[in-house]
């Protein structure tokens, strides 16, 4: 997902992070073991902040680690990765299903029976129709992984291609009598639970309007739902009144009644209303003194979680200077990746990276070709190389943009790669915009972005995620906001190799993922990125926030926590 994006963006699954000076961090303080909690935990208002919204409230669009981590409260898939923290969190469990999909022996048909009596929050009953309704919806919004994820469902092809008329005949069928939906594949897929069990598969009533739902909840199934969106104001989250709970872990009854996230103010602002209790957490990193200084003053309401996660700089190969692959490995040898996880915090938060895999990932092949001493590790800048390259490119002295959103971080991370360009010998600026449309922005190929700045977060945990999401042709569709492939390649050969990846892991994982190091090696000679560093999700909490778990999915657990 992109952080500003997913998880994300899962999302453009990106949640923009912050790091700090501090190496007591790294180990002082891990996430907070779960609580036996009882009823007087029930209830209260918990209260985040942000400095900017982020994007259609739409579950099957939005594609930010702003959101996915409420919509898991508030809308169910067939399936949900388990709301707990630690490894287990990664488990998909049966959700809206009753239990696990029954599978035929071919592994391309997978047959769910839904529960009974679940309703949604508008006091609708549940049903099958509701399913098939809303798998087809993913394709009819154009949902940014109707084509990476789903695509191999029988009838998505032509889904894809007619978006309006789609009908995913064959692809999904509905038996009302014995209330259970099949779901038919082209092929085997080993990833199809886990692409059920993200937000972009929620399932939501039938007749949910089939376009974008910008500003306006959908009704969902969860513990909760959305009571109001202003975007330049806030979000609000109120108990769902019809629901029970069916799964504690697939959808635990939350704690607080009601979660307020406010947005506007600064990142400063946001610090200090959690140190004097006006609020309970913010999105934003804090700046990089006040952690320092809190990782003294106040060790015990800041958490440090590792994360399948990096930042990287899509760079669009279908625009000058980049669409010479000479420039994008320029840059890739020019960037000091030290000098980066610096801005960031220091090795205790952020670690370089040469690869498009995190080192944590199945199918991470340690390697760095663009370094002064190539190997498995990043060692330095080999600007000599990277000159060489630009010279031999003849696109020196062009324009070029660096385009960011507008958090210290990520404005921080623009100006450098200014700089390294103008070193270079290109007219570099940055341009910054607010991070509540930054993302959308920089995937739609009208607004012609050369170079972002962005992050990705893992949806779930396949190297396909990764690899076939940000770089297969399928995520690639030009004049969308949905196009989360921003460096906008489309290298056939390697894109079916991607695909029989995939195939390949249904039957043999081991050789699956040696495949994927193979491709990330293989992606990276082509350079559509300059990976920057992966990064370690910093929480800054209140004093009355308890029960603080970590989802190595969702992150911070919103609604596992209590105030009161």
């Known amino acids: 997902m992109d952080e500003t994006q997913k998880l994300s963006g899962l999302a453009a699954r990106g949640r923009v992070l912050l790091g700090a000076t501090a190496l007591a961090l790294c180990i002082a303080f891990q996430p907070a073991q779960a609580q036996d909690a009882d009823a007087v935990h029930y209830g209260g208002t918990m209260k985040l902040l942000g400095v900017s919204s982020e994007g259609t409230l739409d579950p ?33 469990v049966p959700d809206l299903a009753e239990e696990m999909p029954t599978l035929s022996d071919d592994g391309r048909s997978y047959t769910f029976k839904l529960r009974k009596g679940i309703k949604f929050s ?22 940014p992984t109707s084509g990476s994820f789903y695509s191999g469902i029988v009838g998505a092809e032509k889904c894809l291609a007619e978006a309006e008329t789609c009908t995913l005949e064959g ?26 069990a993200v937000p972009h598969a929620s399932i939501m009533p039938a007749d949910t309007v089939a376009k974008d739902a910008g500003n306006a909840p959908i009704p969902g199934t969860g513990t909760y739902m959305f009571e109001s969106y202003d975007p330049n104001a ?4 109120v108990r ?26 600064t990142e400063e602002a946001a610090v200090n209303a959690i140190l004097n209790g006006q609020a309970d957490w913010m999105y934003e990193p804090v700046p990089t003194d006040r952690l320092a200084e809190l990782s003294v003053s106040n060790p015990d309401q800041l958490r ?11 760079m669009n190969t279908n625009l000058a200077p980049f669409d010479d692959v000479r420039v994008r490995q320029a840059l890739n040898y020019a960037v000091d990746r030290d000098a980066l996880v610096s801005l960031f915090g220091g090795p205790a938060l952020a670690s370089p990276v040469c690869t498009i895999l995190p080192p944590d990932m199945p199918g991470f092949d340690p390697h760095c070709d663009y370094t002064a001493n190539p190997g498995t590790e990043w060692s330095a800048p080999d600007m000599d190389k990277a000159r060489a390259l630009v010279e ?3 696109t020196k002295g062009q324009k070029v943009t660096v385009v960011s959103d507008d958090t210290a971080t990520s404005r921080a991370v623009g100006t450098y790669l200014q700089t390294v360009l103008s070193d270079l010998g290109y007219d570099a600026t940055v341009q910054s915009i607010s991070g509540d449309i930054q993302f959308t922005y920089i995937q739609n190929t009208n607004n012609k972005v050369q170079i972002s700045v962005t992050q990705w977060y893992q949806d779930y945990p396949a190297p396909s995620n990764f690899l076939n999401v940000l770089f297969g042709c399928d995520s690639f569709t030009p004049g969308s906001d949905s196009s989360v492939n921003m460096s906008g390649i489309c290298d056939k050969p390697l894109d079916d190799r991607m695909k029989a990846a995939m195939a390949l892991a249904a039957t043999d994982l081991e050789a699956a993922n040696k495949e994927w190091g193979k491709i990330d090696r293989d992606m990276m000679a082509l350079a559509p990125a300059v990976p920057l560093f992966t990064p370690k999700d910093v929480d800054l909490n209140s004093t009355r926030l308890g029960n603080y778990q970590f989802s190595s999915q969702f992150h911070w657990l919103v609604g596992n926590s209590w105030v009161q």
């Not at 099958?128 to 798998?135: G, H, N």
């Open 392 to 394: 031999e490119s003849g």
């Open 60 to 92: 099957h669009i939005n594609y930010t680690a702003r959101y996915w981590p409420l919509y898991i409260y508030t809308h169910d898939g067939l399936m949900a990765f388990k709301k707990v923290a630690g490894p287990e969190s990664a488990e998909v």
């Open 171 to 196: 692809g999904v069928v509905a038996d009302a009598a014995n209330n259970t939906v099949t779901i038919n594949l082209v092929a085997p897929d080993a990833e199809f639970l886990y692409k059920l």
């Open 240 to 265: 769902n009144p019809h629901f029970n709970e069916w799964s504690k872990d697939a959808q635990p009854k939350g704690y607080p009644d009601r979660i307020e996230y406010t947005f506007g103010g």
């Open 122 to 143: 508008n006091g609708k009953d549940l049903t099958v129709d509701d399913v098939v309704a809303s798998l087809q919806r993913i394709f009819k919004v154009s949902s």
């Open 304 to 314: 440090v979680s590792p994360l399948n996660a990096w930042w990287y700089a899509p």
């Open 234 to 237: 806030s979000l609000i989250m």
